[in-house]
């Protein structure tokens, strides 16, 4: 049986499960010049392009200001169409559409999909990155509209008022859409750390600034002023005098994978010790490799610093690392903590499928598809860590250490995790979504140890 893929946005009553009013079918367009492949210029079908249902709707939803605002990017395997971000308003149980926006008006590719994180918003404007495609925002042309592997602000009418590009956007994708390397700029979602100013001579922070991170397929971190991205300078790599704040090459741990990047967000929280703020995140590089015996990896902690050189980032060597590693996907952690105090706070990830060989025994390690994929174990894991290091005698001695893990533990069997799944943490339980369930994590009772699940 075949059929026509449509997209509608609900508004789901979560205390009864009932649906309110009627959904909405998310269409839309804006003018802009349909291309027939990557890297061609010229119009084929007029001034205007359509939103068609060739897409997946991959990140997450954002809720600002009364607006819900959805992203899609293209479907697998695609080549021309284009990212896109609707917003919507729910009035009298009704949607009504306010604004559209596409990444690439003018070009193809620039999905929105950021490894199944939402846009982020200050409360004043939104943050997304963008996948591979037609870049040209650096041109003089009204055409050159287009903005692929690129760090977008928008206002809430979803117009463009900055942007940041790496200086070698070109080199990976050749300026063709989506038909070179699949070397995303936008594979993670954008961070915006609460409470945390930067002052530094980089990026026009003399007077201190906000900042938004990001990291992308090259395995480099990125840190921008979000009141002046950075936009796109040529002559300034990674190495070099950076034309935001910061970029960081990552990881500091060795690997033998050459696709070795994020398809992860992180996590954010805040400390004390003694007097002072500690600013940490909490990242997550992976693999993406056919080859065999390619290397896991783990979850790094890296500690903000709010003034000083290089940037807020001061090192590409990790505060802390975790001993357990994750094949791809890279886990998208989260925190939770009864406090701001180091010896509360818990770092929970989800493992996606118990590949044997992470706990670093083989010889060399693999990752499925390698050479061990049949010790893959058909279900999730959850694990927990040590946010920040508590008293040198208590169960934390050092950031990140393992505190739980449900591998190979009764009542603890969750189903298969698809890729980029967040744990989320309230009152007490840690909820897994699965391929197949919710999964509820809670403490047992009845005298067994460890934690227990209940799909």
Excluded at 236 to 243: A, E, G, Q
Aim: contains cysteine; proline residues 7%.
């Amino acid at each position: 049986m075949s059929g026509t893929i449509r997209y509608y946005l609900l508004a789901v009553d979560i205390t009864t499960g009932n649906v309110l009013g009627t959904g909405i079918q998310i269409a839309g367009s804006v003018p802009g010049l349909a291309q027939s492949k990557c890297g061609t210029s010229s119009p084929l079908t007029g001034q205007t392009i359509k939103f068609d249902n060739n897409h997946i709707q991959r990140s997450g939803l954002l809720l600002l200001n009364g607006k819900v605002y959805v992203a899609f990017a293209a479907g697998p395997g695609d080549e021309v169409e284009n990212g896109w971000l609707f917003a919507y308003s729910f009035t009298s149980n009704t949607f009504s559409q306010t604004a559209a926006f596409s990444t690439t008006p003018d070009g193809t590719g620039g999905g929105i999909w950021m490894s199944g994180a939402g846009p982020a918003s200050d409360g004043n404007s939104i943050f997304v990155t963008t996948g591979n495609g037609t870049f040209d925002l650096n041109g003089s042309s009204p055409l050159d509209d287009d903005a692929g592997d690129s760090l977008l602000k928008l206002t809430p009418a979803l117009v463009r008022s900055d942007y940041y590009t790496p200086s070698d956007v070109f080199s990976y994708n050749n300026n063709q859409g989506r038909c070179v390397n699949d070397i995303d700029f936008g594979s993670g979602g954008v961070l915006l750390p609460t409470n945390f100013t930067y002052t530094g001579s980089n990026g026009g922070c003399s007077s201190g600034c906000g900042v938004a991170v990001n990291a992308d397929k090259e395995s480099k971190l990125y840190v921008a002023n979000t009141a002046n991205l950075g936009g796109f300078d040529g002559t300034k790599d990674c190495s070099s005098n950076f034309n935001n704040i910061q970029c960081v090459a990552t990881p500091a741990v060795p690997s033998n994978d050459p696709l070795q990047g994020y398809w992860a967000s992180p996590a954010y929280w805040t400390y004390t010790s003694g007097s002072t703020t500690k600013y940490m995140l909490y990242y997550a590089a992976t693999m993406q490799s056919t080859t065999a015996g390619v290397a896991p990896e783990a979850i790094n902690a890296y500690q903000l610093q709010t003034s000083g050189s290089p940037g807020p980032i001061p090192s590409a060597t990790p505060f802390a690392s975790t001993s357990t590693l994750f094949c791809d996907f890279s886990p998208t952690p989260s925190v939770s903590s009864n406090s701001t105090q180091a010896a509360t706070g818990i770092l929970w990830a989800i493992e996606t499928s118990q590949n044997s060989n992470n706990n670093g025994v083989h010889s060399p390690p693999d990752c499925y598809p390698g050479l061990n994929y049949q010790n893959v174990v058909p279900h999730a894991a959850l694990h927990a860590f040590c946010a920040a290091a508590g008293t040198p005698s208590g169960p934390c001695p050092t950031a990140l250490t393992e505190i739980y893990s449900s591998r190979n533990l009764q009542h603890t069997e969750p189903s298969l995790a698809h890729a980029f799944p967040t744990p989320t943490i309230s009152n007490g339980y840690v909820y897994i979504g699965t391929d197949a369930e919710v999964d509820v994590f809670g403490l047992c009772i009845n005298g067994v140890k460890g934690a227990c699940v209940k799909p």
